[in-house]
């Protein structure tokens, strides 16, 4: 099964409202991509630690302040690429998407 837990209280109306206008019109009326399950890779999403992980760090966030460059801790380094080490020990910081480590900037 899948759900949105507490959030799904909040984010409910909304969903309906989409899924409806996707019935009625064909598409729905915004980008639903962030309220998709099937958004997550497969890898990731298939490994239980990053999934009990991200979602333990994701509901204590639920509420928290964002600050910019305001990273997930947990479920890091899931999946990186070959030029990962190379990157870091030139001063890459890496932001995760995905459960994949990307190049944000250098310092």
């Known amino acids: 099964g899948c759900s949105m837990d507490v959030m ?3 984010l409910g109306g909304g969903v309906g409202r989409e ?4 019935v009625a ?3 729905p009326s915004l980008d639903i991509f962030s309220m998709d399950v099937a958004r997550f890779h497969p890898g990731c999403s298939m490994d239980a630690r990053w999934v009990e992980d991200r ?3 994701s509901y204590a966030k639920t509420y928290s302040i964002v600050f910019p460059h ?3 801790l947990a479920g890091r380094e ?3 690429s070959a030029l990962y080490d190379a990157l ?3 001063g890459c910081v890496y932001q995760s998407r995905q459960g994949f ?3 944000g900037w250098f310092e």
């Open 8 to 10: 799904g209280m909040m």
């Open 19 to 22: 899924v409806a206008t996707w």
């Open 25 to 27: 019109d064909g598409a």
């Open 55 to 57: 979602t333990h760090e």
């Open 70 to 72: 305001d990273e997930p």
């Open 78 to 80: 899931a999946r990186k």
């Open 88 to 90: 870091l020990s030139r």
């Open 101 to 103: 480590e990307r190049p």
